[in-house]
């Protein structure tokens, strides 16, 4: 699976939208960007994903850049809840890797009131 | 609530000892993913199942087993324990088909003393 760059912590403010970055130059064409975030010490939660399309649901969108490279994971409306660890990661999606996840150090994000 | 559900939630034990953790994937779901999270390694996968069989194997130590029981639930059993398996064990499921997202339980912290 290609290797992900994020960084390490960033703020954001309580009703602003926060914007997430992350670089996957090396991405291939069958690999998938997934965003999970992590509540402190909770079980990691699935936000979304996608693979060159920009893709949003009820949680956040997700912009693709046109090269693939990198992305960005869109908050819209930050809350004091959303504080936790978010991570990107890319992988091949087909059922011979299942849903084995490579997790990286994520993004630290902390929402100030 | 993810639908996946840990036994037991914390875990406190001696040195030498051995354990068993318990995970309940969501209802249909025939994969089970182990991950271990310590504070100086993050989240590492362990193993996968997948209705019953190993699938894929990651950074497991020999010490540690896993198996998959007809009814889709799993266990990990770590022997021979040492301080540094003190850590948060997370179990996830997901479908087998490759476009889709894992849920992951609440995790069992083990603390080795």
């Known amino acids: 699976d290609a290797k992900t760059t994020q960084p390490t912590s960033m703020d954001c403010a309580e009703g602003r939208a926060a914007n997430l970055p992350c670089n996957h130059s090396?991405?291939?064409?069958?690999?998938?960007v997934y965003w999970y975030r992590q509540i402190h010490s909770q079980g990691p939660q699935y936000i979304i994903h996608g693979l060159k399309n920009n893709e949003t649901n009820e949680m956040a969108s997700l912009i693709i850049t046109e090269d693939r490279k990198s992305s960005t994971l869109i908050l819209p409306h930050a809350t004091l809840r959303d504080t936790a660890v978010y991570y990107c990661?890319?992988?091949?999606?087909?059922?011979?890797?299942?849903?084995?996840?490579?997790f990286g150090g994520g993004t630290r994000v902390l929402v100030k009131p | 609530d993810s639908g996946v559900t840990q036994t037991p939630k914390h875990l406190i034990t001696a040195t030498g000892q051995r354990v068993t953790l318990r995970c309940s994937p969501r209802s249909g779901d025939l994969s089970v993913y182990w991950y271990q999270q310590s504070l100086d390694q993050g989240l590492q996968f362990l193993i996968q199942?997948?209705?019953?069989?190993?699938?894929a194997k990651g950074n497991i130590l020999e010490r540690f087993s896993a198996q998959q029981f007809p009814d889709l639930h799993s266990e990990l059993n770590l022997s021979s324990l040492e301080l540094g398996d003190s850590a948060l064990y997370f179990c996830?499921?997901?479908?087998?088909?490759?476009?889709?997202?894992?849920?992951f339980g609440q995790g069992t912290r083990l603390t080795v003393v």
């Open positions: 090396t991405i291939s064409g069958n690999e998938y």
């Open positions: 990661i890319v992988r091949v999606a087909n059922q011979a890797a299942g849903n084995k996840l490579t």
């Open positions: 996830a499921s997901s479908a087998l088909r490759g476009n889709t997202e894992a849920f």
């Open positions: 199942y997948y209705n019953g069989e190993e699938r």
